[in-house]
């Protein structure tokens, strides 16, 4: 079955990086485009990055253009989220998602924390 391992979040000042990292599992990850979302508490969840399956094209939500960089690795089954210039309200637990025969996937999560 589709699984997916998320790591990299932690608790980091402002103005800091983090790379989270999302391991893939149980369908052929080449074949699918990947995304990165975040929840916020008390917040919907929100779309953050999306890379195509050759990883050629990305797009990212506003609010993270020019601070997030999405990235995958096909021989590793494996998809990345880049992020720097971290800020306060980038605190979310961060999850990939991809979708499969129409069917949606979510990792985990990983919380990502931004604070002095």
């Known amino acids: 079955q589709v699984q997916f391992v998320e790591s990299g979040g932690g608790l980091v000042q402002p103005g800091g990086s983090l790379r989270l990292s999302c391991a893939a599992s149980g369908f052929t990850f080449s074949s699918y485009a990947m995304s990165w979302y975040r929840q916020a508490p008390g917040k919907e969840r929100d779309l953050v990055a999306t890379?195509?399956?050759?990883?050629?094209?990305?797009n990212y939500a506003n609010s993270v253009k020019g601070r997030f960089t999405i990235s995958r690795d096909n021989a590793k089954n494996t998809v990345y989220l880049q992020m720097n210039s971290l800020k306060p309200e980038d605190t979310a637990v961060y999850y990939c998602?991809?979708?499969?025969?129409?069917?949606?996937?979510w990792g985990q999560g990983t919380q990502v924390t931004v604070s002095s």
């Open positions: 998602h991809t979708e499969v025969m129409v069917q949606g996937y």
């Open positions: 890379i195509t399956r050759t990883g050629r094209r990305t």
